[in-house]
C-alpha cells in the first residue's frame, strides 16, 4: 500500500512535467512527509525540485509504530513477524542479536496479557538498571497490569524516556483520573525541552 503512494505520485510527477516545465515542490505532514522523501528518491533527478517535509514518521522507530498502528500486538510483532517469514533457520541468531530490544519489548508484553507481570517485572528491572530511562513504559504497564498503579505512576512521572507523558496521561485516564491527566499533562515548550534532552542523552 505504501509503496503504492510512492509509485503514484512518481507517475503523477512524470505526468506534470510532460505538461508543465515549471519547478515541482512536494509538500507532506507526517507520513505525507516520509511519502515526498521516498519519492524524491525514488523519481529521476531533479523531477522534483525540492521538498517541505514537517513530522516526518519513520516507522523504523518502535515509539512510532506504538503511536500509529491499529494496537500494541500489530505495531511490535507484525512488522518483524512479516520479516521473519521468509528467514531460514541459519538467520535466526543473527535476526536475535539485530532485534534484542524488539524481542525483549514483545516478550514483557505479552507477559503482561497473559497473566505473568510479576514475573515479567522481575527481568525488566535489572535491564532497566543498565540501560537507564529505556524501558520505563514497559515497566510502568506491567506494574499497571499487575495493579500497582501508583508506582506505574511514580515511574513515568520521573521518566525521561520519549513519550512518557503521553502514556501516563493514558494510564490516569484508563484509571478514571482524567483531570489529573490534563493538569499534569506538560506544556508545549517542556515537552520540546524533554525530546531535546532525550536526543542529546541517545545521539
Keep these: 500500500m505504501y509503496d503504492d503512494w510512492i509509485d503514484l505520485v512518481v507517475d503523477f510527477l512524470a505526468y506534470e512535467r510532460s505538461r508543465d516545465d515549471r519547478p515541482i515542490v512536494l509538500y507532506g505532514l507526517s507520513a505525507g512527509g516520509m511519502v515526498t522523501y521516498y519519492v524524491a528518491a525514488r523519481a529521476p533527478r531533479d523531477t522534483p525540485a525540492g521538498i517541505v517535509g514537517r513530522t516526518f514518521l519513520d516507522q523504523r522507530e518502535q515509539v512510532v509504530r506504538d503511536e500509529t498502528d491499529h494496537d500494541k500486538l500489530s505495531s511490535r510483532v507484525g512488522g518483524p513477524l512479516m520479516g521473519l517469514l521468509p528467514r531460514t533457520p541459519a538467520a535466526g541468531l543473527e535476526f536475535v542479536r539485530e532485534k534484542l530490544d524488539w524481542i525483549r519489548s514483545v516478550r514483557w508484553w505479552l507477559m503482561g496479557e497473559t497473566g505473568r507481570s510479576r514475573e515479567g517485572i522481575a527481568e525488566i528491572e535489572p535491564v532497566r538498571a543498565q540501560e537507564p530511562d529505556q ?56 515537552q520540546r525541552e524533554a525530546m531535546a534532552r532525550w536526543w542529546r542523552r541517545n545521539r
Design 135 to 190: 524501558w520505563d513504559q514497559s515497566l510502568a504497564w506491567l506494574l499497571e497490569r499487575d495493579g500497582r498503579v501508583d508506582e506505574a505512576v511514580e515511574v513515568l512521572r520521573t521518566s525521561m524516556e520519549l513519550g512518557s507523558a503521553r502514556e501516563l496521561a493514558l494510564l490516569l485516564i484508563r484509571q478514571g483520573r482524567a483531570a489529573v491527566a490534563v493538569a499534569d499533562f506538560p506544556t508545549v515548550a517542556a
